[in-house]
């Protein structure tokens, strides 16, 4: 065999193997899913009566992007969709979302998606940092755009930081958690613990074959003096 025809061979090996060995460390992950919740609670908030919430996502290399919604059964319910990017490395993930409220304004009109004015849009952005050490996770969210603000005028930062802890007990998975607000915004006047939840998995057997993800929720919110009872299958 020639030299050149060789080296030839050799070049596309090599090119077949790093093409291979990138799509195998580049492989893109997609899911889609949705729940039905009896109550729409959010970090210790009441948003909502029955409400259906589809998400999807795509992942790959560690990146994410990823849309959730909720459509309450009430028109007076909140009717949200919510657009995250996000990083991940080991137990260290980082992330910016973009939540928009499909609420009547101060006219009675429903905002504009792409209206993203200071202080009329819908939007609200959030900058997230955490990690998961495994037995416990922590995660700091604030706000630092969109329609944040006190009552003043000044923009609140609204911040809520939760710690929570998975584990097992009688065959069901459980996850506690606890949130608080650092100072004035969205979740309270002032510092609070604002969210304090237990949650309870199981799969409710339907066939051999299929499984039904559902979960209940007790969430207590001392600063408001609320406490919730929530009932959700996943799909």
Not at 40 to 59: C, D, E, F, M, T
Not at 95 to 110: S, V
Not at 194 to 199: M, R
Not at 200 to 222: C, D, H, M, Q, Y
Request: proline share 3%; hydrophobic share 40%.
């Amino acid at each position: 065999m020639k030299k050149s025809n060789f080296k030839k061979l050799a070049m596309l090996a090599a090119a077949f193997l790093t093409t291979g060995f990138l799509a195998k460390a580049q492989e893109v992950e997609v899911s889609a899913g949705g729940d039905m919740v009896s109550s729409y609670i959010w970090r210790g908030q009441y948003l909502g009566g029955v409400s259906i919430q589809p998400g999807a996502s795509v992942s790959v290399s560690g990146f994410s992007l990823a849309a959730w919604g909720s459509v309450g059964y009430d028109n007076s319910d909140t009717k949200e969709f919510d657009f995250t990017i996000g990083y991940g490395t080991g137990g260290f993930s980082v992330a910016i979302t973009d939540y928009w409220f499909n609420t009547p304004n101060a006219n009675g009109d429903i905002n504009n998606y792409f209206d993203y004015a200071a202080h009329t849009t819908a939007h609200v952005f959030e900058a997230t940092v955490g990690y998961d050490f495994g037995p416990a996770a922590i995660v700091w969210n604030t706000n630092f755009a969109g329609t944040d603000y006190k009552a003043g005028g000044d923009r609140a930062y609204s911040t809520y930081i939760e710690a929570s802890a998975p584990f097992k007990l009688g065959g069901f998975d459980l996850k506690a958690e606890a949130g608080m607000t650092p100072w004035e915004g969205i979740y309270s006047n002032k510092f609070n613990i604002v969210n304090i939840g237990l949650t309870v998995g199981k799969e409710i057997r339907i066939t051999e074959s299929f499984a039904l993800p559902a979960f209940t929720k007790i969430t207590f919110n001392p600063y408001a003096e609320k406490c919730y009872f929530v009932f959700g299958v996943s799909l």
